[in-house]
């Protein structure tokens, strides 16, 4: 069974940093992309980063440029969000997502996990 568990969201000033875990199980970490995304309330949910590590590829959105890093950790089977640079438009719900990289593309989204709250204050 496939799982996908985010933590690492809280709350944090504007200028601050938090570290995102997704601790991902029930498949080879090489075999899929792994991406994350985040959803403003009345907004939609918009991909940020992904990785497909089987191909070393990694991709960023402009939101995330320059300030967000993602890398994995094989021996957790753990991919990580560093969020650096936090403005308040960064707040929302953090989601993880995952799907089999032979299908092609980055942002795969068969599987999500629960999502962690992230709140930036001012």
């Known amino acids: 069974e496939v799982q996908l568990v985010e933590s690492g969201g809280g709350l944090v000033q504007a200028g601050g940093s938090l570290r995102l875990s997704c601790a991902v199980s029930?498949?080879?970490?090489?075999?899929?992309?792994i991406s994350w995304f985040r959803q403003a309330p009345g907004k939609e949910r918009k991909g940020i980063s992904c990785t497909r590590n089987g191909d070393g590829i990694i991709h960023y959105t402009e939101s995330a440029k320059g300030r967000f890093t993602i890398s994995s950790d094989y021996a957790k089977n753990t991919v990580y969000l560093q969020m650096n640079s936090l403005k308040p438009e960064d707040s929302a719900v953090y989601y993880c997502?995952?799907?089999?990289?032979?299908?092609?593309?980055?942002?795969?989204?068969?599987?999500w996990g629960q999502g962690t709250q992230v709140t930036v204050s001012s």
């Open positions: 029930g498949f080879t970490f090489d075999d899929y992309a």
């Open positions: 997502a995952a799907g089999q990289a032979s299908a092609g593309g980055c942002y795969r989204t068969t599987y």
